[in-house]
């Protein structure tokens, strides 16, 4: 037996009906932070190419790119939480 976010226990069935709705919800935020992710690269890259690239800008582009990924990173841990811990919600906190 899972349990569900109201911690409220849940079937294997129910818990099988939410992994479709977990991967479309994990699939939606990795692709936004990995469009974002080449936006910055592109950007870096442009950057470069110039006679005098701004550094400074460089560096917050590499920045949003380390936070992105590590926001890609957290959403994949927390996916896979929700579709394999067994430990109710409310003992978690």
């Given at each position: 037996?899972?349990?569900g976010h109201s911690g409220q226990a849940v079937s294997g069935e129910?818990?099988?009906?939410h992994i479709p709705l977990v991967v479309d919800m994990v699939a939606d935020e990795l692709e936004q932070r990995?469009?974002?992710?080449t936006v910055n690269a592109?950007?870096?890259?442009?950057?470069?190419?110039?006679?005098?690239p701004d550094v400074t800008e460089?560096?917050?582009?590499?920045?949003?790119?380390?936070?992105?990924?590590q926001g890609a990173c957290e959403s994949m841990?927390?996916?896979r939480?929700?579709?394999w811990r067994r430990v109710p919600v409310r003992a978690r906190r």
């Open positions: 037996m899972t349990w129910q818990n099988a009906n990995l469009c974002a992710i592109d950007a870096i890259a442009r950057m470069l190419d110039s006679r005098s460089i560096r917050a582009a590499l920045a949003d790119i380390t936070s992105e990924a841990r927390a996916a939480s929700a579709l």
